[in-house]
């Protein structure tokens, strides 16, 4: 009887003794698996670290590069006109996508279809070239203020007529004493020079290139895209020529080496890198921990089986020795 239980005993340790190997055999396979997301985390965190975001440089600061800057303010023409917003110094610099075509607001491309009609821009959101006679029209009707003969005027290199009513006004009393008409005809010369001066060369090039609105849900949803896009190519800088055709020696490190754009990583993004590092790492020791632990109680267990399956085997060479032993006296 003791013989028997000691078999099954023996048998019992042998299968847990496998279980405990089995086990410690896995959790190195998995570790070495941990090494390589260790390795591939690491390669990814250089490569974050190294991957640059176009800005530009305005009043002492780069800013992150964005559509306004590059293209406008839509509707809000006095942000030109008044300097309020960042302008770039080279208005001849414009955001196309990697076909070439002119990467439009919906502002502008709807100020083009109620110009040209709908028909002008198919359902992907891109419209092919159109006459620059057209442009005075498309730039009035997103410029509120301004007609298209007051843009052609200018366009045209001729100064525009405007004149104002000011009233005089008694300075202890307050009353009005009497009206006087101002000749604003330089001012408003003025002001349209510089809208048309930053947005003609837009629509020119859109006009002999083709524009495009399929980028705009992408732009709104990711303050990075347009930069993230330069980097990767979707999107180009071009400088357009006076046919409103591109000049084919530019590209962005020629932007770049003019100074135009900057290429950097903030410091900002280097911390939120890191932040971002740090805690994947974290992660993956996490893991590595567990599995030292599990790795080191299979281990003692595996170690107080064996000595225990010597025991048993001591004690089933006994039983069989004395059954011998015995048949032999």
Do not use: H
Not at 14 to 34: Q, V
Not at 133 to 158: C, H, M, R, W, Y
Not at 268 to 292: F, G, M, N, Q, V
Not at 297 to 319: F, G, P, R, Y
């Amino acid at each position: 009887m003791g013989l028997a239980c000691n078999q099954i005993r023996l048998l019992t340790l042998t299968a847990r003794k496998a279980d405990c190997e089995y086990g410690i055999s896995m959790n190195s396979i998995e570790k070495m698996a941990l090494t390589r997301e260790q390795s591939e985390l690491s390669r990814e965190y250089q490569s974050k670290l190294s991957a640059s975001k176009i800005a530009y440089y305005n009043n002492g600061q780069y800013y992150q590069m964005n559509y306004s800057y590059l293209m406008g303010y839509g509707a809000v023409y006095e942000s030109i006109i008044n300097g309020d917003m960042p302008l770039k110094s080279d208005n001849s610099m414009i955001l196309c996508d990697y076909m070439g075509q002119v990467v439009l607001s919906d502002t502008y491309a709807n100020a083009i279809t109620s110009v040209l009609g709908s028909s002008a821009m198919d359902s992907n959101g891109r419209g092919g070239t159109f006459s620059t006679d057209k442009i005075p029209e498309i730039l009035a009707a997103f410029l509120p203020g301004f007609s298209a003969e007051q843009i052609e005027t200018v366009i045209n290199g001729d100064t525009v007529s405007g004149s104002a009513s000011a009233s005089t006004v008694q300075a202890t009393t307050g009353e009005t004493t009497g009206s006087a008409t101002m000749d604003t005809t330089a001012g408003t010369t003025s002001a349209i020079q510089q809208v048309v001066d930053f947005y003609y060369p837009i629509f020119q090039a859109a006009a002999a290139n083709g524009w495009t609105t399929e980028y705009n849900k992408d732009m709104n949803r990711n303050t990075d895209y347009v930069s993230d896009a330069l980097t990767s190519g979707t999107f180009q800088l071009e400088t357009v020529e006076s046919d409103g055709n591109y000049d084919p020696g530019t590209s962005l490190t020629y932007f770049i080496t003019s100074g135009l754009v900057v290429e950097n990583t903030s410091s900002e993004a280097r911390a939120e890198i890191t932040a971002w590092y740090e805690a994947e790492k974290a992660k993956i020791s996490e893991k590595e921990d567990w599995l030292d632990i599990e790795n080191q109680d299979l281990s003692t267990e595996l170690e107080a089986i064996n000595t225990e399956i010597e025991s048993v085997k001591s004690m089933i060479d006994d039983a069989v020795s004395s059954v011998f032993d015995w048949g032999s006296s």
